[in-house]
């Protein structure tokens, strides 16, 4: 989980040892004047080669709130490349409302990878989405 309050400046280093491209979107974060960190790959941002690091810098401005990040690349995210970004305002009146933040995520399970799920469901005649 990565925290920041508003209007920090975030860097995050990624370092690819994936053995595939990847890039990171933060998800619901306005990219001001750096369009290019927004991670949605051959877009606005080139590939992460794998070996390789790439270092996002913005800054949180304004916003704040739960938000979250994941990778933009094929469907890196289903299997776990993916986490929460909260942005705390220091200033909010609630701060003192409640004792303890619990941040939860949920997605779906696979039993398997998504690039052999991804491949069963090419395969023409796949029926796994009916149900007959």
Known sequence: MIRANKGDQIVIRVQNNLGDFTTIHW?????????????VAGQTQCLIATGTTFTYNFTAGEQYGTYWWHSHFRSQYVDGLRGALIIHDPKDPYLNDYDE??????????HEESESLVKKRMTPGYDGFNVN
């Open 101 to 110: 933040e619990f941040v939860m995520t949920l997605s779906d399970w696979h």
């Open 27 to 39: 998800h619901g974060i306005f990219q001001r004047g750096t369009t290019f960190y927004d991670g």
